[in-house]
């Protein structure tokens, strides 16, 4: 679902659009809100009402790591990056660990 693809889900499934607009943080800039939103979007049949929680869960963590650059376990990090398989962040930044910094240095 490219970004043209989520516009046009969410102008024919209002319901769906509604549900998910009342899940942006305050804190979250429109463009992290933008692939968040693409990520729950994408997910979201395949979760139930009841585990609404989970998703919004595992869409905050691979938000964190693509725009914070926070790791997690690598079942977690498995899982989150199949569920955003071809979501495409423009300008993602990019982030390096202390090991490869230092690596650099030598």
């Known amino acids: 679902m490219a ?8 102008k ?4 769906s659009a509604d549900l998910v607009e009342k899940f942006q943080s305050i804190s979250e800039s429109e463009k992290q809100w ?8 994408r997910n979201l049949s395949e979760f ?9 869960s595992l869409s905050m963590v691979w938000a964190n790591h693509v725009f914070l ?5 690598q079942d ?3 899982k989150v990056k ?4 071809d979501i495409e962040v423009e300008d993602a930044p990019v982030f390096k660990t202390r090991d490869e910094i230092m690596k650099q240095r030598s």
Do not use: P, W
Not at 3 to 10: A, I, K
Not at 48 to 56: E, F, M
């Open 12 to 15: 024919q499934n209002r319901d």
């Open 34 to 41: 933008k692939f968040r939103r693409e990520f729950i979007l």
């Open 82 to 85: 199949e569920m955003a398989e």
């Open 76 to 78: 977690l990090m498995e």
């Open 69 to 73: 650059g926070c790791r997690y376990s």
């Open 48 to 56: 139930q009402d009841t585990n609404i929680d989970h998703l919004l």
């Open 3 to 10: 970004g043209g693809d989520v516009e046009d889900f969410l």
